[in-house]
């Protein structure tokens, strides 16, 4: 190490932290925390290693701190995050570019030196009286092509303990890389705090630089914006990918149990609440990961893995019925940070549509809270935010699949697309082939907006593969990267479609919660031949026998005729309207968009044209088979 890092670190680490850094030697990370501790000044620094002593120093250091309070159950703790802070803050999420370079409209950015000198004026001095944590961490299964190892500096104990919970340590990882410049890094603070949450939200920024693989993350606390090695990666990670020939995906992992002892995995992309993680639960399945997913060409086939350990998942609405596995787990011993939820006074925790027996009053992320509080622009304050979370190590899960550290990765059967659609797409759907799969369905994803955001209900919003909010490179170029993974494979994985939010005229949901176990099913069994599909103008449709005989031997329920042909019916102008839509988007806001995209959504008008000319508007599957 060069002069000036050793005299920084040895000045600024005790002896003992001195020991850990430079157990690994890498010069570049030393370099790295040198000069994040002479900018951000911390009053002292924490370096951990795997050891369970250094994981138990930092849960600690999370109540000590007042970041978190433990509740009754045992390993249970609550964190808050600011009223003003409960979310990604999209608008100050920005890409560090050299001037002229150009990625689309649909990226925010600033130009990089503009950027950095911002970043590093809101960053000095910024961890003034406050503990860095220095931690290591891998992203993939450890020893793996898919690892990715990472530094991650925070002085929040609360975002390096969710990221102990959530992600593989990689303090053996990064001693395997050797002095290898090849590795994430983020440097985070949550600057200054009252009662424990950030208050300098107007300075809230958080920068990629894809260039010197980091991310800059200041005066917030919310895990989206925080924890370097979620959202703030997948930025890092979507450019690797595409410098190297994979894919970074927003993409649960799960096993589908087929006949026999026969598991098919699958992943699935699906905007945020639109029930991604729930669908990676359910019972009788296996889950692998609920967020991330890192895909491969291999062997003739897409090899897929959880890049996380853990889940951040939503709470709204987990009830006993609906959610068998999870709520048992929220309700057992085990490490758990809730984030957001209300407090009880006898330190349990309560959420929104929990149960029918709320609480009156209690503590939430709006401080002292009771029925019918408001905040001081007049609004109704829920008793638990629409985004409040839990954060758990999927080892507190009995559905967890032990396969998710195999270091092959696990052979991809499926890929599944859903997002809210009221009218128009069926509740489930195979594409023709891969490429038709990635265009007419991933790259032509959407999701309507709810209640729970902010603007106006219904309104259709274009997100391709769920992936938007995410991208760090052109549309154009994602899009033809996806196309490239599946190209000319001996057994690619099939592509589907599903979407759990039809409703009739009435504004009636079309289908039960539990429906997705279902079509879960079918598309294993599609994936192996083993049930004909109904071709349609869009894909395969499952055939009502085949249906009724799962629902019988899933659900145990009696799948009417009637039901079927009002969910699978084609509905022609809703479609077409949705290619048209589509097509505009590629056409007029995408910078690079491969002409195969034009084409196939050319050729799907076409057969939606010709269908309605034969058969009409809305078409049963009983007149295509
Ligand atoms: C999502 O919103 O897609 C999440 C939570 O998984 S966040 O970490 O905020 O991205
Ligand atoms: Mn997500």
Not at 293 to 312: D, M, P, Q, T
Request: charged residues 30%; proline residues 3%.
């Amino acid at each position: 190490m060069d002069g000036k890092t050793e005299k920084i670190l040895k000045e600024r680490l005790d002896s003992e932290q001195y020991k850990k850094l430079t157990g690994l030697e890498n010069e570049k990370m030393h370099a790295f925390v040198a000069q994040y501790i002479e900018l951000c000044n911390p009053s002292s620094v924490f370096v951990g290693t795997d050891s369970a002593e250094d994981l138990e120093y930092i849960r600690e250091a999370a109540v000590r701190n007042k970041e978190e309070s433990r509740l009754s159950m045992n390993g249970h703790t609550v964190h808050y995050d600011g009223y003003y802070d409960q979310a990604r803050d999209k608008k100050n999420t920005k890409i560090l570019l050299p001037e002229g370079a150009k990625i689309g409209k649909t990226i925010n950015t600033i130009e990089r030196d503009e950027g950095y000198k911002e970043v590093h004026d809101i960053l000095k001095d910024i961890m003034k009286g406050h503990e860095l944590y220095v931690r290591f961490f891998c992203l993939g299964p450890l020893n793996s092509e898919f690892s990715i190892p990472c530094i991650q500096l925070t002085d929040s104990s609360y975002v390096a303990h969710s990221e102990d919970l959530l992600y593989r340590q990689g303090y053996e990882q990064f001693r395997s890389i050797g002095n290898s410049p090849d590795f994430f890094k983020f440097v985070h603070s949550e600057g200054v705090l009252e009662n424990s949450v950030s208050v300098n939200i107007a300075k809230r920024r958080v920068y990629i630089d894809i260039h010197e693989d980091t991310v800059y993350s200041t005066n917030t606390q919310y895990g989206g914006n925080t924890i370097g090695l979620k959202k703030l990666a997948m930025r890092l990670a979507i450019q690797k990918a595409s410098r190297e020939g994979w894919l970074t995906e927003h993409m649960f992992v799960m096993g589908v149990n087929g006949p026999g002892k026969r598991a098919s995995y699958f992943t699935g992309a699906f905007p945020s609440m639109c029930g991604k993680t729930s669908t990676s639960m359910v019972e009788g399945e296996k889950i692998v990961g609920d967020d991330i997913a890192y895909l491969r060409r291999k062997n003739g086939s897409v090899y897929g893995v959880n890049v996380e350990k853990g889940i951040f998942g939503i709470i709204q609405g987990i009830n006993p019925k609906d959610d068998s596995i999870l709520w048992e787990a929220l309700h057992s011993e085990g490490e758990i940070i809730f984030s957001n939820v209300l407090k009880t006074e006898d330190g349990a925790v309560y959420w929104i549509d929990r149960d029918k027996n709320p609480p009156e009053r209690g503590v939430n992320h709006s401080g002292e809270w009771y029925t019918g509080k408001k905040d001081k622009d007049g609004v109704a304050v829920d008793i638990s935010h629409k985004n409040a979370r839990f954060t758990l190590d999927m080892k507190l899960l009995p559905n967890r699949d032990p396969e998710m550290e195999n270091s092959e990765g696990l052979k991809i059967s499926g890929i599944i697309y859903g997002g809210r659609d009221s009218d128009t797409c069926v509740p489930v759907e195979e594409s023709f082939n891969w490429e038709h799969g990635i265009i007419t369905k991933g790259a032509s994803l959407e999701s309507e907006t709810t209640a729970a955001t902010l603007g106006k209900e219904g309104v259709r919003v274009f997100n391709p593969m769920s992936n938007i909010d995410f991208l760090s490179i052109t549309i154009g170029r994602y899009v033809a990267d996806n196309l490239k993974l599946g190209k000319d494979l001996s057994d690619p994985p099939k592509v589907f479609s599903v979407n759990y939010f039809l409703k009739d005229g009435e504004g009636n949901w079309l289908n039960d919660r539990e429906d997705k176990r279902v079509w879960l099913k079918w598309m294993e069994l599609r994936t192996h031949n083993d049930v004909e599909g109904i071709e349609t103008p869009s894909g395969f449709i499952p055939k009502y026998e085949d249906l009724k005989a799962l629902f019988r031997d899933v659900l145990g329920k009696e799948y009417h005729r009637d039901d079927y042909v009002q969910q699978f019916q084609v509905r022609v102008p809703e479609n077409l309207a949705k290619v048209d839509r589509i097509l505009a988007i590629y056409k007029n806001d995408v910078l690079d968009t491969p002409e195969r995209v034009f084409e196939v959504l050319g050729q799907q008008k076409e057969r939606l044209i010709s269908a309605k000319n034969e058969k009409g508007d809305y078409i049963s599957p009983f007149d295509l088979s």
